[in-house]
């Protein structure tokens, strides 16, 4: 085995648990429960993420879809999906620490019902206190430096920028921001949540030297989810491979891949 192969196989940690998968998988959206459980399994992701607004463990006919959940196995990432304020956030949080026993959360603050952005002023304020109040927080936000910045600064150790819109399927739309967040900002944990569409985007975004990638819709809403959370595992093994591996700059001029120098050559007489 290379070194290479040895390095790829380490596991990393995240807020003190340690991981091997470098899939977060979201649980919505499946055309059933067993084919979420069957996704999740073929994805071989270690961290799911739940909201407490879509299902939770004691509403009623929910048992089924939280048994599954739970069989997984995987770390649970509660989410604040559906909130537009910063107290709102907060309150969903603490709820939602009870309920699932764990100080992990996603935060999300929407500003924008028409694409889903984050307020980046209200998740701002929301991480602020959650990180006060004890909790592991996973801010989704855009690719805005500064944003990540001042995350950072209040006490976020992880960072979950979108490559694009929540559920478009237009993959990474900035690339440029993505690359110089990772650049400015290197001992950060990073993952690109939101807007991957194809195998191939994850695999980008872990080129760029991204940790993990979150995803849910491009899984949940395929023609054979368990299928695509297979492609889509395959594809960040790649990536991170590629990143590992060393890829050679892009470059203007052709070069030529087969030396000359030294190399037999026929003469026709």
């Not at 979420?36 to 048992?63: F, H, Y």
């Not at 150790?157 to 990772?182: C, D, F, Q």
Request: hydrophobic share 40%; proline share 6%; aromatic share 8%.
């Amino acid at each position: 085995m290379s070194e290479t192969q040895v390095e790829i196989s380490d596991s990393w940690d995240v807020y003190g648990k340690t991981l091997s998968s470098r899939f977060f998988i979201g649980t919505a959206l499946y055309p059933s429960p067993e084919v979420m459980q069957q996704s999740i399994a073929a994805s071989k992701a270690e961290v799911v993420t739940v909201s407490l607004r879509r299902q939770s463990p004691q509403q009623q006919g929910g048992n089924h879809y939280w048994e599954l959940i739970k069989s997984s196995g995987c770390e649970l990432l509660p989410n604040t999906a559906g909130c537009h304020t910063a107290k709102e956030a907060v309150t969903l949080a603490q709820m939602s620490r009870e309920l699932f026993q764990t100080d992990w959360i996603k935060l999300e603050v929407i500003g924008d019902d028409y694409n889903l952005q984050p307020d980046p002023f209200a998740t701002l304020e929301a991480a602020e206190t959650l990180v006060k109040m004890g909790f592991k927080v996973f801010p989704y936000c855009t690719d805005d430096l500064v944003l990540c910045q001042k995350l950072r600064d209040v006490g976020c150790e992880v960072l979950m920028p979108w490559g694009s819109p929540i559920g478009t399927g237009l993959g990474l739309l900035n690339p440029h921001a993505l690359t110089t967040i990772r650049e400015r900002l290197p001992d950060m944990t990073l993952l690109v949540d939101a807007g991957l569409g194809k195998p191939s985007d994850a695999c980008r975004a872990m080129e760029l030297g991204f940790d993990a990638v979150l995803l849910n819709t491009a899984v949940a809403q395929a023609h054979d989810p368990v299928v695509m959370a297979e492609a889509f595992a395959n594809a960040i093994a790649a990536g991170r491979s590629a990143w590992l591996s060393g890829m050679i700059e892009a470059r203007a001029a052709a070069s030529a891949s087969t030396p000359t120098l030294g190399m037999p050559f026929w003469h026709q007489n």
